[in-house]
């Protein structure tokens, strides 16, 4: 019996550690993850400074244009709108395809970081009982004659539990 709470002892200190480890395993990867989302914000904040300089240049634009004294064709006001349109938009589509890829990558990471901690978890096996295997000891109790309540006390598990192994084994 001694043994037997020797090896169930070790195996608990296994597993607790093996959940210790889970535990530091799911931090770090936390503080990988509040990296990767700190790089995006940094984008988007490059992404929106941009933007100001553009519409700031835009309206600088526009006054020099109130300005001037030679008068544009339309056919001239439209190409010039379309350059400025496209000067403005092609900065912010390369930064949100930036964007878009480090947002895969995450998700990627995100998804087999999940699937490795379920397959770690899956091969985490817990004992089917606290004090190993008590059968012989209530069967052979049980047959000197020791009542159900005594074997439950002396053995310290439930009194269904001991009717579950006599049970079991056809005793009862």
Not at 37 to 59: C, F, G, M, P, T
Not at 79 to 103: A, C, F, H, T
Not at 115 to 133: A, C, D, F
Not at 150 to 159: D, G, M, N, R, V
């Amino acid at each position: 019996m001694n043994l037997e709470q020797f090896s169930i002892e070790y195996i608990v200190i296994a597993m607790a550690v093996m959940i210790l480890y889970l535990i530091y395993y799911v931090f770090s990867k936390d503080s990988q993850y509040h990296k990767n989302i700190h790089s995006v914000a940094s984008v988007v904040e490059d992404l929106n400074r941009e933007l100001y300089y553009l519409k700031k240049k835009l309206q600088d634009t526009q006054d020099g244009m109130k300005n001037s004294s030679t008068h544009m064709s339309d056919e001239e006001i439209y190409q010039e709108i379309e350059r400025s349109v496209y000067d403005m938009v092609q900065p912010l589509s390369v930064g949100l395809k930036r964007m878009q890829e480090s947002l895969q990558t995450i998700d990627s990471q995100i998804d087999s970081r999940i699937s490795s901690l379920e397959t770690g978890v899956k091969q985490i096996s817990i004992p089917s009982s606290i004090h190993g295997n008590d059968d012989e000891k209530i069967i052979s109790l049980f047959k000197q004659g020791v009542t159900l309540d005594t074997i439950s006390k002396e053995l310290h598990i439930s009194k269904p539990e001991v009717e579950f192994v006599l049970k079991i084994n056809k005793i009862k």
